[in-house]
């Protein structure tokens, strides 16, 4: 049962998720081909690693940079855990090859778990601080899809609150956590004292619970991703290194007139442009 349930879930995931990917696959081969965007490969190495693994652009923004960083490496480096969850699936005492048991791996997992918690505090802080219902204009997310921010946040949360919950009920069962009995998986420990009380039947079915929940919210987490503009996420690591060098296209071309100047104060009664029309216009 935990084994059909844990595939059907999965497979209702990537189904859903392939499905809206290759659409955007078809899309991107129905255009024109792009001539030298893999030429120099070595400058491009060097920005695919500044830009993505580094953050370089990102950095700059100082504490949203740094939340955005640590997000970023979370998720990451929460990969190993995902790939134990979908072991757990199939064996409830399995670990990781060569690496699995070794805890300061368990510590770097822990770690980054809180870290993206922090992260998430951080950008919900700003959020709230700068909300276009208040700020208008003035505030960076005007005009922005603020709902849909919120719920990407919220997913993101309950990725991360699910995977500690999952490890924190595996340190009280013996031989299901891969790190042992150790502080080094302090957050996972700490968790685990929430559960301390139970049988062992009742958290080997609690297990198993949060397994099918976790495995729920990464396969919605993914298919939000696919249908939405946060499909950029993803497609980060293809767009920096196939991006024009070393600028794009350069500043934006003045914009002229073959009329008069386009007075945006006064409409008049021409068009919603003022005096002129759209096709008077070019750049």
Do not use: C
């Not at 955005?68 to 990969?79: K, Y």
């Not at 809180?114 to 959020?127: C, K, M, N, T, Y």
């Amino acid at each position: 049962m935990r084994i059909a349930i844990s595939l059907l879930i999965t497979l209702l995931g990537l189904g859903l998720a392939g499905r809206r990917l290759w659409w955007v696959v078809r899309l991107i081969r129905s255009g024109q081909p792009a001539k030298g965007r893999f030429d120099d490969i070595g400058t491009r190495v060097k920005v695919e690693l500044a830009e993505v693994p580094g953050q370089r652009k990102l950095l700059a923004w100082s504490v949203p940079g740094l939340a955005h960083f640590f997000t970023m490496w979370g998720f990451t480096v929460l990969t190993l855990t995902i790939l134990e969850l979908y072991g757990a699936v199939f064996d409830d005492q399995f670990h990781l090859p060569l690496v699995g048991r070794w805890v300061p791996l368990g510590f770097v997992e822990d770690f980054f778990a809180v870290a993206v918690l922090v992260a998430l505090g951080v950008f919900a802080v700003i959020r709230l601080r700068h909300q276009p219902a208040t700020q208008q204009r003035a505030s960076r997310f005007y005009g922005s899809h603020t709902g849909a921010a919120w719920v990407i946040l919220g997913m993101i949360s309950l990725v991360m609150i699910g995977l500690l919950l999952f490890r924190g009920v595996q340190t009280n069962i013996p031989h299901h956590f891969p790190y042992g009995d150790t502080w080094w998986t302090f957050a996972s420990t700490g968790v685990g004292k929430l559960f301390s009380g139970m049988s062992t039947s009742a958290l080997k079915n609690l297990e198993v619970a949060l397994i099918w929940g976790q495995l729920a919210v990464l396969m919605g987490f993914m298919v939000l991703i696919a249908y939405s503009k946060h499909l950029h996420i993803g497609a980060a690591l293809f767009n920096v290194a196939a991006k024009r060098q070393p600028k794009a296209l350069g500043p934006l071309l003045p914009m002229e007139s073959r009329g008069e100047p386009i007075d945006f104060e006064d409409p008049g009664e021409d068009d919603i442009f003022g005096r002129g029309k759209i096709e008077d216009f070019s750049w």
